[in-house]
């Protein structure tokens, strides 16, 4: 199958500043994929890049299509939903199903209906009546009405109480996820979407600083944990970031040889938000 | 085309007032009309029936066509303005409709949706105020108003008006669109403010005053003048005004409608040119529109 997402070369400048430098990556269907970088790292401008919603220098291909030029018909097979509260606030709730439901052609009325039952938001309100985090629930809902291939999702959880938070995960992943569809999802807070990603996408100050499965990255990085007594043998071996914890010092190898540090001390796979920071201050 | 009208029901949807306008000014003209004081009497002149009952429709008919004038410009110059300014605009954009459907929609919404919803608000109060003056008023008033050829004529006039309006005010549309996509803010300042700059430019530069003379003529003698047969000649005949010429009278509306003259003067289709360009210019703005 066609990746789903396919950039060489992306990049973005508004004036003199690079929002995006020369990204490529490339998403395979049926991956979660986390976009993870700082504020100002560039996640929104790929992610408007992707949706059609800017224009951008490099080669773009979603869905097989040019996003800029074919945004309608990509849309067809795309959701996203950003990361501000945008529903329209005197749009009226059961006015806002019945419009998707006319326009869009991959719209599933009954699945959507059945997630804004679950809310017990009632359809007569309109969007300015609801609290923020119902906002949210009411875009999630149409989005996942969406028989989309694709969903984009921007800081979607931003906003929300931590119930409503694992509500949304675990929906997306039952009833959104399958093979055949992609999410690309970004964050600033890892840990949250950490068990839920395939795959992750690390970009800082416009470039990506790292691309794999998370698999992949079992395989590729290790954590060593020692003492002080052999912290000068550890580090002989090339570690790209290292951080003080209470009498030991962890640091953190690309593609090093295992079994020469599993000797020196505590051997561990970093998880996604260790690796994120380490990656950032350190190897970037 | 189904979902066109959609796209156009959403407008209408979003701005209420489109309708709640007509429909207040509506249900004013009516109390003015039951609680109000009925006679005719103009400058000692009384008019003959037919010409009087012609005459109030018009009436009512001008007032609705100049708030649907002012309502439709606001609406244009907000359009595609007003989604940028709550950020909903990334919404809309997450549906597939392309910028040139939504740009469309909103013309269409502009130039025919809210003009219909006027002409249906003025006929439903001159029907009311009809029944009502007949009720109310004296004998003469009460059969000079209940005509069923003028009542066609009057939608004759409403549908001329609002298809040659379309055309004429086109080139204005486009713009308001343009600068609606164009700006963050202050919408109105914006609209007026290039062409008032044009018209002081050209006086104080070269001395000339094109750019004010053809402003003019969009926007106000040029339209009577090319769609109609002496309008103001005619309806000060009608309402019996000495100083009008008799002659000028016109039996009925046809007399006055101009289509052939209208379709086949240069400045319609100058102007048709024009809006065609604003309305491109404010389609490639709107799919700029999301960039900060």
């Known amino acids: ?284 | 085309m189904t979902r066109f009208l959609w796209l156009i029901r959403r407008e209408l949807w979003e701005y209420r007032a489109a309708w709640i306008l007509p429909a207040v000014t509506g249900v004013l003209l009516v109390l003015a009309a039951s609680f109000g004081h009925v006679d005719v009497d103009i400058a000692g002149v009384r008019p003959g029936p037919s010409a009087l009952g012609g005459a109030l429709l018009f009436g009512f008919g001008i007032v609705f066509l100049f708030a649907m004038l002012a309502y439709s410009s606001w609406y244009l110059l907000d359009c595609l303005n007003a989604d940028r300014r709550d950020r909903s605009i990334l919404f809309w954009k997450s549906l597939p409709i392309g910028d040139a459907q939504t740009v469309l929609a909103k013309l269409a919404t502009g130039l025919i949706a809210i003009p219909l919803v006027y002409f249906a608000a003025a006929d439903v109060t001159t029907l009311a105020i009809a029944f009502i003056v007949s009720l109310r008023a004296r004998a003469w008033i009460g059969t000079a108003l209940w005509h069923p050829e003028q009542w066609l004529q009057l939608q004759a006039l409403w549908c001329y008006l609002i298809l040659t309006l379309a055309i004429w005010l086109l080139p204005v549309a486009g713009w308001l669109l343009l600068v609606s996509a164009s700006v963050r803010r202050a919408t109105v300042l914006w609209s007026l403010l290039p062409p008032v700059a044009a018209v002081w430019a050209e006086r104080v530069f070269l001395g000339t005053n094109w750019v004010g003379r053809i402003l003019v003529n969009r926007l106000v003698d040029g339209y009577p003048a090319t769609a109609f047969h002496d309008l103001s000649g005619s309806l000060l005949g009608a309402l019996g005004f000495p100083g009008a010429s008799r002659t000028a009278v016109p039996a009925s509306v046809w007399e006055l409608l101009a289509p052939a003259r209208f379709l086949a003067a240069p400045a319609t289709w100058i102007g048709v040119g024009a809006g065609v360009v604003l309305v491109g210019a404010a389609i490639r703005l709107r799919a700029r529109n999301v960039d900060p």
């Not at chain 1, 600033?188 to 691309?211: A, C, Y």
């Not at chain 1, 040889?257 to 599993?262: G, V």
Request: proline share 5%; aromatic share 6%.
């Open chain 1, 1 to 284: 199958m066609p990746p789903v997402i396919d950039a060489r070369d992306l990049t973005k400048r508004y004036g003199s500043v690079l929002a995006v430098d020369r990204a490529c990556f490339s998403i395979e269907p049926g991956r979660i994929v986390g976009l993870i970088g700082p504020n100002g790292a560039g996640k929104t401008s790929i992610l408007r890049a992707v949706l059609g919603l800017t224009r951008y220098e490099g080669n773009l291909r979603v869905l097989g299509r040019d996003p800029w030029r074919e945004r309608a018909a990509l849309m067809r097979e795309a959701a996203f939903i950003p990361d501000v509260a945008v529903l329209p606030g005197w749009l009226r709730i059961d006015r806002a199903v019945d419009f998707v439901a006319a326009i869009h052609p991959h719209f599933r009325r009954e699945r959507c209906r059945a997630m804004l039952a679950k809310t017990q938001i009632p359809l007569d309100r309109r969007v300015r009546e609801l609290s923020k985090g119902l906002r949210t629930q009411v875009h999630l809902a149409l989005a996942m009405g969406i028989d989309a291939r694709l969903l984009v999702l921007d800081e979607p959880t931003i906003g929300l109480d931590l119930l409503a938070r694992r509500a949304f995960y675990d929906a997306l992943v039952e009833d959104f996820m399958d093979e055949s569809r992609t999410i690309l999802v970004t964050t600033h807070q890892v840990e949250e979407v950490e068990k839920l990603l395939t795959d992750v996408l690390f970009v800082n100050r416009g470039r990506i600083v790292l691309d794999g499965p998370i698999e992949s990255l079992a395989r590729r990085y290790a954590a060593l944990s020692v003492d002080p007594a052999r912290l000068a043998e550890a580090r002989a071996l090339g570690p790209f970031y290292e951080r003080r914890t209470p009498g030991r010092t962890v640091l953190y190898y690309e593609d090093a040889d295992r079994a020469a540090l599993a000797a020196l001390g505590d051997l561990q796979v970093p998880d996604v938000a260790d690796l994120f920071v380490a990656k950032l201050s350190g190897g970037a």
